[in-house]
T-cell receptor, first 107, second 111 residues
Framework: GQNIDQPTEMTATEGAIVQINCTYQTSGFNGLFWYQQHAGEAPTFLSY????GLEEKGRFSSFLSRSKGYSYLLLKELQMKDSASYLC????????FGRGTSLIVHP | SQTIHQWPATLVQPVGSPLSLECTVE??????LYWYRQAAGRGLQLLFY??????ISSEVPQNLSASRPQDRQFILSSKKLLLSDSGFYLC??????????FGPGTRLTVT
């Protein structure tokens, strides 16, 4: 099984940087997904880390440490539209989702 | 490019009525297909997954069932809906061990 721990809610200011942490305990690990989900919409894919280290995609970066069971999503130059839930999903064949972190970006 | 479709987008059904939700994927072959449910304010719960035609694995025992009659078609069904079946139903596809993508979802309200 998989135990996933993310903060329930975070707030940040427009233009700032925010880091959303995710710790997990899993069997059969084979990668970790991050998704963004706006209210009432389906999750959209952000990143997929298989190896340790940092992967950068524009304003979003994702980090993974498999030995520590730890990942984070880094959002830079925050915009109001970044207000959403961010879902961490470790697992290989079948990703398992936590409840996500609700990020509120205010002016 | 690949696209995933779900219908209907919204559905209101009375308790005890049947259910059929459909998901189709375009632009790929032999994908892994998944059905998830998201209850209000809760995380995504995996219901079923399929690695091929006619191959269905159930993660949660309940009054729902799934079928995969064609390579790129995944159907979620119920004979008699319960109030607790209300939620946001999401179909997802994945090719091998790569990224997983979600469809637009069906919002089901059981009254």
């Amino acid at each position: 099984g998989q135990n996933i721990d993310q903060p329930t809610e975070m707030t940040a200011t427009e233009g700032a940087i925010v880091q959303i942490n995710c710790t997990y305990q899993t069997s059969g690990f084979n990668g970790l997904f991050w998704y963004q989900q706006h209210a009432g919409e389906a999750p959209t894919f952000l990143s997929y880390n298989v190896l340790d280290g940092l992967e950068e995609k524009g304003r979003f970066s994702s980090f993974l440490s498999r030995s520590k069971g730890y990942s984070y999503l880094l959002l830079k130059e925050l915009q109001m539209k970044d207000s959403a839930s961010y879902l961490c999903a470790p697992g290989g064949y079948i990703p398992t989702f936590g409840r996500g972190t609700s990020l509120i970006v205010h002016p | 490019s690949q696209t995933i479709h779900q219908w209907p987008a919204t559905l209101v059904q009375p308790v005890g009525s049947p259910l059929s939700l459909e998901c189709t994927v375009e632009g790929t072959s032999n994908p892994n297909l998944y059905w998830y449910r998201q209850a209000a304010g809760r995380g995504l719960q995996l219901l079923f997954y399929s690695v091929g035609i006619g191959q269905i694995s159930s993660e949660v025992p309940q009054n729902l069932s799934a079928s995969r009659p064609q390579d790129r078609q995944f159907i979620l069904s119920s004979k008699k809906l319960l109030l607790s079946d209300s939620g946001f139903y999401l179909c997802a596809w994945r090719k091998g061990s790569y990224e997983q993508y979600f469809g637009p979802g069906t919002r089901l309200t059981v009254t």
